[in-house]
């Protein structure tokens, strides 16, 4: 489903990803965790183009977004084309990004309307049945600030999914929230790993990405330091850092 | 107030035209100062740095200087010289000055937005122009609203200016009036008109602040 390989990233001089390289599968759960500042939510954001990367290679579901050449040249493919396999994946931030203005059903059927060009007959059912799933269509015709955190978060991730698309990132979905509100989020998101979503979800919650994840992607200092399936990455951690990270977190 | 019902007709006939060159500037210059704050914040470094001198020199210039400029100069400069009539002249001067405050305002809300709406709108695959369309403008009216009053006010009071191209606006015909008369009485008539106008765009504007109160951000 994606395959990056070698992705650079300078914010001026200074590399936040050095070489980051990850697969992942369809159906794949994976939890990217690591201390704030070791890339992981960069590497996220580059996958879907909020970053440009300044090497390496990026390919979702068979298609390039981007690629290095032998003589290091780092080219994007043309914006139509970005558009068009960035859509492939929907995106969660940790400050939700919900649209003010617009009520929790207008915030769901704004891009397939205005992207998609679907008919609103067609998109307000379907938008509709989303909310139902994630326990919020009585709100749809609130404004997102009548949203408790955890309600904004799961209409975000039910606005990502009105989309359609076949992977599913979350940058910290739940870090800005109160700890009582996390275990909404969580669940809705477990919710969709068991309907075999293909998910990316750079995390604070331990326990989440031991239950939900199938691997876990420790990354520090902008690499990948160890990538394992979850169970064996808490049970027993290679790599030093790693040991000394979830002795921190746990 | 028989007095006051025979001043009437030439103080109403000026009163039209002070809410024309309102009208037709507001039209007009709201669209071009909207334009301008897009150029000055886009990437395009050469056109945002012409839009900034711009506004510098419509901001840094009486509009009663500019406004003879276009009248009495324009018609000797090369090539883009034309003897423009009074009215047209009139707007021409205030599109092209009020664009420029517009434009600062436009600018001044669309940068306040915060930088999560357009990778929100951004993520869902919509475009750039579909983002400022449907997400980021929206939003910014709302912002603007309280500056947008302001200004639209001081523009009313402001098209007094044309009587200087010796135009009748209702300033200047109630001081026709005065001096033919001898009596202060028109100028209070011409006030009273004066607030009646931004007495409705007040309202106006209060109406579209509680319009846009239906949501908080």
């Known amino acids: 489903m994606i395959r990056a390989s070698d992705v650079h990233k300078r914010f001026g001089a200074v590399e936040v990803l050095k070489g980051v390289s990850l697969d992942v599968d369809k159906g794949e759960v994976i939890a ?6 070791s890339g992981k939510s960069t590497f996220l954001r580059c996958l879907i183009h909020l970053e440009t990367i300044h090497r390496g290679n990026i390919e979702i579901e068979g298609e390039a977004l981007v690629s290095t050449n032998a003589q290091g040249l780092c080219q994007y493919v043309p914006p139509a084309d970005i558009n068009r396999v960035c859509r492939k994946m929907g995106m969660v931030f940790q400050h ?25 007959d067609e998109i307000v059912p379907k938008a509709e049945a989303l909310l139902r799933k994630v326990g919020l269509f009585d709100k749809r015709n ?109 | 107030m028989d007095y006051i019902a025979t001043i009437l007709p030439p103080l109403l006939q000026g009163s039209a035209v002070t809410l024309q060159v309102f009208l037709i500037t507001l039209v007009l210059a709201v669209p071009l100062g909207l334009g301008l704050a897009l150029l000055r914040i886009s ?14 020199l419509m901001r840094g210039t009486p509009l009663m200087l500019q406004m003879l400029f276009i009248y009495f100069a324009l018609p000797f400069i090369p090539v ?27 600018r001044a809300g669309i940068q306040s937005i915060d930088r999560g709406q357009y990778e929100g709108a951004k993520v869902l695959g919509m475009t750039y122009p579909q983002t400022m369309r449907r997400i980021v403008l929206p939003q ?29 606006d209702l300033l200047r015909a109630a001081r026709g009036i005065v001096q033919r008369d001898f009596t202060t009485s028109p100028f209070v008539v011409a006030a009273a008109f004066y607030l009646i106008m931004t007495l409705v765009l007040t309202y106006g504007f209060q109406r579209l602040e509680k319009k846009y109160a239906v949501y908080d951000e």
Do not use: C
């Not at chain 1, 990217?32 to 500042?37: A, E, F, H, L």
């Not at chain 2, 470094?45 to 510098?56: A, E, K």
């Not at chain 2, 010289?81 to 600062?104: K, M, Q, S």
């Open chain 1, 142 to 250: 609130s404004y997102p600030s009548r949203l408790s955190g955890g309600q904004k978060q799961r209409v975000a991730i039910a606005r990502a999914l009105a989309m359609e698309p076949d992977i599913m990132l979350f940058d910290e979905p739940t870090s800005a929230l109160d700890p009582e509100l996390t275990g909404e989020v969580l669940s809705t998101m477990r919710e969709l790993a068991e309907e075999r979503m293909t998910m990316i979800v750079v995390t604070h919650e331990m326990a989440f990405a031991r239950e939900v994840a199938g691997r876990v992607v420790f990354m520090d200092g902008g690499v990948v330091v160890e990538a394992r399936p979850a169970r064996e990455l808490f049970a027993a951690p290679e790599h030093p850092r790693t040991r000394a990270f979830l002795e921190k977190m746990l």
């Open chain 1, 32 to 37: 990217v965790i690591g201390p704030s500042g």
């Open chain 2, 140 to 168: 910014v009216l709302k912002r603007i609203l309280p500056p947008m009053s302001n200004e639209t006010i001081t523009l009313v009071k402001d098209t007094s200016l044309i009587y200087v191209l010796a135009m009748n």
């Open chain 1, 96 to 120: 939700f990004n919900l649209f003010p203005h617009l009520t929790v059903l207008q915030n769901l059927i704004e891009a397939p309307l205005t992207v998609k060009g679907v008919l609103k």
């Open chain 2, 43 to 56: 990437r395009f470094g050469f056109l945002s740095t012409l839009v900034n001198g711009y506004i510098w």
């Open chain 2, 80 to 106: 883009i010289g034309i003897r423009l009539p009074d009215f047209p002249a009139a707007i021409l001067a205030f599109v092209l000055n009020y664009a420029a405050y517009f434009a600062e305002i436009f």
